[in-house]
């Protein structure tokens, strides 16, 4: 049923030609809306979860943004089919357990999301490959506008969007930026950001959001407030937050490389030998790898344009794609397996690492 999906020439994370950035894989901004008068999708009965779905797939098609996209209704994906729609950040894992009644609208390029019946009637997404924080907004701005005028949207003077949770009233709005920090916790600085992060409202989590780990070195970190501040306001603090984080990594990678040279190119040489070699591999020593091969990038001693083939990895590895790829029953066993022989292939059309390069970085 995702087969056009995943073949996509236009997918934003796994086919994006544009030039990456050496922190910042992606950008998304997520937006809570709820339909006046009908209860929250945890309260609704099955009738009016269907109501809603339909009356809120109806005005999305409608939508110029969404033109050649396409609708799934979650009730009729198989699990492999949502676990890959998750790996793309295209779902939440909330909504593959929302059974009938739920359903997401995804455009063509993959850089836009409507999630039906999550945990609010609609969670709708904008998502970038780098750090393009005020080109999305403005984007999911202007589709929030658009959808509102067809649809009678909960709102609040006083406490702003009505979201079925109270920690996304006001602007209801999530910002976050998925952050590739090897630096940062190579250095063992890590808790020390997320500290003082969390002081500042912001909040850090995983690769795939609330309760995931940060494999590969990938964290997500977005705002936590949104009610008492404007979109505006909330946008300025993250931009000014995020900035200082890529700061703090850039200088703690050569900080990490003044003084520990030998050993890091030793582990960044391994990776590389293994990624080329090996014929097992599971996906967090896979993430692990890659993230170092993102490092190589990073310093030279591979070409730049080889950095969208990892970050489309990033993806591509995760237990879902692997076996979409190699057929539904497939063991774990024999992912990795097959996870190890698609990127021995990947890794052999590489040029070798110039490790000439990094030396001359000082």
């Not at 269907?50 to 110029?64: F, Q, W």
């Not at 912001?202 to 407030?225: M, P, Y």
């Not at 850039?250 to 090996?278: M, P, S, T, V």
Request: contains cysteine; aromatic residues 6%; negative net charge.
């Amino acid at each position: 049923m995702i087969e056009s999906l995943i073949k996509s020439d236009n997918a934003e994370l796994t086919q994006s030609t544009k030039k990456g950035s050496p922190v910042v894989l992606s950008t998304r901004v997520r937006l809570a809306r709820n339909l006046v008068g009908t209860p929250f999708p945890e309260r609704a009965s099955s009738s009016q979860r269907s109501d809603v779905m339909t009356k809120c797939a109806e005005r999305i098609a409608d939508l110029t943004q969404m033109k050649h996209g396409a609708f799934f209704d979650i009730a009729e994906l198989s699990d492999l089919e949502k676990q890959v729609l998750v790996e793309r950040h295209l779902i939440s894992r909330e909504l593959c357990e929302g059974g009938s009644g739920s359903g997401v609208f995804i455009n063509k390029d993959q850089t836009c999301s409507v999630m039906i019946n999550e945990e609010d009637h609609l969670r709708i997404q904008f998502l970038k490959t780098g750090f393009n924080l005020r080109s999305v907004w403005k984007q999911i701005d202007l589709f929030d506008s658009n959808l509102e005028d067809g649809l009678d949207v909960a709102f609040s003077q006083e406490f702003g969007y009505l979201t079925a949770c109270p920690t996304n009233l006001g602007t209801a709005l999530r910002a976050s930026v998925m952050m590739h920090l090897p630096g940062l916790v190579i250095s063992e600085h890590m808790d020390k950001v997320i500290r003082a992060v969390n002081q500042l409202g912001i909040t850090v989590r995983g690769l795939f959001g609330e309760g995931s780990d940060a494999t590969g070195h990938v964290f997500q970190i977005s705002n936590q407030q949104t009610l008492g501040e404007s979109e505006e306001e909330i946008m300025s603090r993250l931009g000014s937050v995020f900035k200082t984080i890529i700061d703090h990594e850039i200088n703690a990678r050569f900080k990490y490389l003044e003084e520990n040279r030998a050993r890091l190119l030793d582990q960044i040489g391994r990776a590389f030998g293994i990624l080329q070699n090996a014929h097992v591999l599971n996906s967090n020593e896979a993430m692990n790898m890659l993230s170092l091969m993102r490092l190589a990038v990073d310093f030279e001693m591979l070409p730049e344009n080889n950095r969208s083939d990892v970050d489309r990895l990033f993806i591509e590895c995760q237990p879902g794609h692997i076996q979409y790829a190699a057929g539904e029953g497939i063991e774990p066993e024999a992912r990795d397996l097959s996870r190890a022989d698609t990127l021995r292939g990947e890794f052999a059309r590489l040029p070798a690492l110039d490790f000439d390069k990094v030396n001359n970085l000082g």
